[in-house]
């Protein structure tokens, strides 16, 4: 037998050895042997039987042991592909019993834990596996990815570093380091390790990606929707990728044409067909029943969605409508705790959806029978359209999160107003528009926020400029109509905050594109990211005017700009990103300050600036204006609101389907019924292919995205399977 596994010849092999077992039944080599061979056939079950008859007539059977070990992982890892995460766990906790320092069942179980956000555990096994095989580059590399998840990011730098001491050009680490200076805001050191990650893996799509969130982070938009696309050439699929271009299209669209609408479209057609949908529901139709609302969303945080989610939560009428929230935040804060508390002592429902598989969310939606589920996220960070493309809900809204359409054809309706897409607008979308009374936000101010404090150009001697919107949205143009406003004024200052301002490389650049229009350096401050909210507020006290951005204008930054007293000139537009400084000037009464060419932008602020006295007295009373405008008059809101809810309702009742959404149903009418097939309870549902990204890979959202390395690639690297020697 051993003769003819060395000639490769296994079936005269297991032949021999079976016959030397059947002679001898305490031959326990043999049954190793034949182990040997069932295992690299991959036919495990076998090969742990094999083990088993090995063990059983020889106990302490060193070989056998390591060999049924490894086995029991790569079954482990097997089962936990096909979907049994927990048989996968026990099948890495019995291969410990036969080899308790089995570094790749630790490394298994580790990735297995994580998986189940089980992180304590996971890190627990990352530590084993390296403490019994210190070269186990991929257990530093996953630790990384928990200690950055748990903004915990010099721990997660050591081990990114730890791993490449082992594996120099191991991509993952490369690209995960990146990532991890990214965030930092140190873009040339972020730049130069997602670049080294290409290198070392040219294929390495994510890799491109991570390089389109740097060179957005960074403002350069051409540079970032090249990388997405470069990502996309590799892997079509990518949902990081696409969705990552379809929000850096938004920062340099004009509306001129229909490019931006055609690349949402097409994007949500394509996805849609990965999910199965649902096509009836068992919510009955009574036009004034009590109805369910679902909000979902991963931003239920200290997070700029999060000042506008607040009102609904808080002024609902939970006697005729049922709140549900479905929240994926990725770590909680105290505010997320507040929403939550607030919610349920309403009579509301909260679930924590982080980490479910969206189809899962999906059964989840349709069993809580929501009828109006609403989705705050639109393509930024760890959205969950995929719940959406399942159309768990008869109606279904995005509102809020993104400023544009979301090109999914299972979303009926998108939320805003007259005044930000005026009844007139040229502007497509998928979803039908609704338009909300008055305004389609309503800001909650953080009670951190502070007090007014008097406008610093009457102390000061000179007026100060300003802006604290992202850098990607501080495009050429901007930066040129800025100019001119300084140059009218050469006494005036210009402050500008965002966090890739703490890499002196992206200073220096910004500073030098300023100079080129002939701004002095001297007259400019730039400060980076500041990390408390109470400190981030205080600092509009350092400007007299904030200068909006445009296409893409300012939403949260506006808000907070006037409830600290400090106006702010916006320019109008023909989309939706242009308009929203439009429609929050327009609620506190500073309609004046609103522009529609660049001229004009100008002279209103030059306007402005040359009133001191008026500047300081509109300080003074701006916070009191915005309290007193429906812009922050939750309870009027919410009950427009939830009129809207009850029509939208009573027309689903009626029978209506929104306009677009027909027509969308009509283009795919036999695509569908070529690819229907019966669903639980008799439902129809779409046939799908799994969405889902690679395994070991997360998070499955827009933005930068680390790689963790999955236990399928490991080998086994410690035992010899061979044992020959017996022969």
Not at 107 to 125: C, I, P, R, W
Not at 221 to 240: G, K, M, T, V, W
Request: proline share 5%; aromatic share 10%.
């Amino acid at each position: 037998g051993v003769v003819y596994s060395e000639m490769m010849q296994y079936d005269l092999a297991l032949q021999c050895y079976e016959k030397a077992a059947l002679y001898r039944p305490m031959y326990a080599e043999a049954y190793c042997n034949m182990g040997v061979i069932y295992k690299n056939r991959g036919d495990l079950q076998a090969a742990i039987a094999c083990y088993e008859r090995c063990l059983s007539v020889s106990p302490n059977f060193e070989i056998a042991k390591n060999n049924m070990a490894i086995a029991l992982t790569d079954l482990g890892t097997k089962v936990k592909l096909e979907g049994d995460i927990h048989q996968g766990v026990a099948y890495y906790k019995k291969a410990l019993l036969y080899n308790w320092h089995y570094a790749d069942a630790m490394y298994n179980l580790g990735v297995a834990y994580g998986e189940m956000l089980k992180f304590d555990m996971a890190v627990v096994m990352y530590e084993l596996a390296l403490h019994f095989n210190p070269h186990c580059a991929e257990a530093c590399n996953n630790l990384g990815v928990i200690f950055k998840d748990r903004d915990n990011l010099d721990k997660a730098v050591e081990c990114y570093q730890m791993a490449l001491s082992i594996k120099p050009n191991f991509s993952q680490s490369l690209n995960n380091l990146g990532v991890v200076y990214t965030v930092q805001g140190k873009m040339d050191a972020a730049a130069s390790m997602i670049e080294r990650a290409i290198m070392a893996n040219p294929s390495y799509a994510e890799a491109y990606n991570n390089l389109g969130v740097l060179h957005r982070d960074a403002g350069n938009i051409s540079l970032a929707i090249e990388a997405y696309e470069h990502c996309l050439q590799i892997d079509p699929d990518s949902r990081n990728a696409g969705q990552n271009r379809l929000l850096a299209m938004n920062y340099i669209y004009e509306g001129d044409d229909d490019k931006l609408y055609s690349a949402h479209r097409d994007w949500g057609k394509r996805f849609v067909r990965l999910y199965p949908q649902y096509t009836s529901w068992v919510n009955t139709k009574e036009p004034d029943r009590r109805l369910t609302v679902g909000y979902i969303s991963p931003d239920y945080f200290t997070h700029s969605v999060s000042y506008f989610i607040e009102a609904p939560l808080v002024h609902h009428d939970y006697a005729n409508y049922k709140v549900v929230i479905y929240s994926s935040v990725v770590k909680a804060d105290a505010k997320t705790l507040r929403f939550k508390d607030v919610v349920m002592k309403k009579g509301g429902t909260w679930r924590d959806i982080f980490g479910i598989d969206e189809k899962k969310v999906a059964s989840i939606v349709r069993e809580d029978q929501v009828d109006i589920l609403v989705e705050l996220t639109g393509h930024t960070a760890n959205n969950r359209l995929g719940v959406m493309a399942c159309r768990p809900a008869p109606i279904q809204a995005t509102w809020i999160g993104y400023p544009n359409t979301t090109g999914l054809p299972s979303i009926d309706y998108r939320f805003t107003d007259a005044l930000v897409d005026p009844p007139n607008t040229k502007q497509k979308h998928v979803e039908e528009l609704v338009r909300l009374p008055g305004c389609f936000l309503c800001y909650s101010p953080s009670p951190e926020a502070g007090p007014v404090v008097q406008t610093p150009a009457a102390a000061n001697g000179f007026v100060t400029f300003g802006s604290f919107n992202n850098l990607a949205k501080i495009t050429p143009r901007v930066l040129h109509v800025w100019a001119r406003i300084l140059s009218a004024i050469p006494t005036s200052r210009l402050v500008v905050k965002c966090k890739p301002f703490c890499c002196d490389s992206v200073r220096e650049r910004f500073l030098k594109k300023l100079e080129e229009l002939g701004v002095e350096t001297i007259r400019v401050d730039l400060l980076p990211l500041i990390l408390l909210n109470r400190d981030h507020m205080q600092a509009y006290s350092l400007m007299d005017i904030s200068l909006d951005t445009f296409p893409y204008a300012g939403t949260t930054t506006t808000c907070e700009s006037l409830y600290m007293g400090v106006p702010c000139v916006t320019m109008a537009g023909q989309v939706h990103a242009y308009n929203v400084g439009v429609t929050l000037l327009h609620q506190v009464g500073l309609e004046k300050l609103i522009s529609r060419t660049e001229d004009e932008y100008v002279n209103k602020a030059l306007e402005l600036a040359l009133d001191i006295p008026g500047l300081a007295g509109l300080r003074m009373s701006l916070r009191d204006r915005m309290l007193k405008s429906l812009l922050c008059k939750g309870p009027n809101f919410v009950r427009g609101l939830e009129a809207t809810y009850r029509s939208l309702w009573h027309r689903y009742c009626e029978g209506y389907v929104p306009a677009d959404l027909r027509q969308n149903e009509t283009d795919s009418l036999e695509e569908k019924l070529a690819t229907q097939i019966s669903g639980a309870n008799g439902e129809a549902m779409t046939d799908m292919r799994n969405s889902s990204p690679p395994n070991g890979i997360y998070p499955t959202s827009p933005e930068s995205t680390p790689a963790t390395t999955e236990g399928i690639d490991v080998r086994a690297r410690v035992f010899n399977q061979s044992t020959g020697a017996f022969g």
